[in-house]
């Protein structure tokens, strides 16, 4: 009498055993993270390639102050000189002040050693010996330029000490409202000297 063998039925797929061992949760995490980070830094890489790339627009440096400029604080003043007076009794000084701040400040007030009376006049106020004008601040607006110029305003040195000649220098205080004091040494120029910045007088 012959005997069979009876193979097991399969088991239901919802009881079949694993093959292997399952991939843990924290692996799967760490390989994500992996795959960001190294993303990250090839975009990172070519940000930077391309700010460095030839024909890249870059940040635009500060305007250098003048090289013939003082400054003091946030202001930087420049191109003064005096123009030989015709007068043996007074002069005037004529300067340029640039402001690189935020915030405005004023030439209030100036004083000279060579002058028996020294004063700001920001506008085009007479200059004649023994005069009373009453002196002006020159403001100085943020992130500007303002300049004294001949007819558009001056320092004035009256009752001079001395005759001013050309090839002299002259020492000028300047007192700012904000940025303090500061002291120039101003040449006296010729009559037919240009000026120093292109000034027409």
């Keep these: ?4 063998t009876t193979s097991p039925a399969p088991a239901p797929a919802g009881n079949r ?6 991939i843990p949760t924290g692996f799967v995490a760490a390989a994500v993270a992996l795959i960001l980070g190294v993303t990250g830094l090839v975009v990172g890489a070519r940000d930077n390639a391309g700010q460095n790339a030839p024909g890249a627009a870059a940040p635009s440096p500060a305007p250098a102050p003048p090289a013939n400029g003082t400054t003091v ?3 930087t003043v420049y191109d003064a000189y005096i123009r030989q007076p ?3 009794d007074v002069a005037a000084a004529y300067l340029t002040v640039r402001n690189d701040g935020s915030a405005a ?3 209030s007030s100036a004083y000279c050693g060579a002058a028996g009376t020294t004063s700001v006049h920001a506008d085009s106020a007479a200059m004649q010996p023994g005069d009373e004008a009453k002196s002006t601040p020159l403001e100085v607006p943020a992130d500007a330029t303002v300049s004294l110029t001949p007819a558009k305003g001056h320092i ?3 009752n001079l000490t001395g005759t001013l000649k050309a090839g002299d220098t002259v020492s000028l205080l300047l007192r700012f409202d904000e940025a303090g004091q500061v002291l120039l040494d101003v040449p006296v120029i010729s ?3 240009p000026a120093p910045g292109g000034a027409t007088s």
């Excluded at 009498?1 to 069979?4: D, H, K, L, Y």
């Excluded at 055993?17 to 399952?22: T, V």
């Design 73 to 75: 604080g946030n202001l």
């Design 86 to 88: 015709a007068s043996p």
């Design 105 to 107: 400040d004023r030439l």
């Design 156 to 158: 004035m040195l009256d």
């Design 191 to 193: 009559i037919t000297a």
């Design 1 to 4: 009498m012959s005997s069979s």
């Design 17 to 22: 055993p694993r093959l292997g061992p399952g």
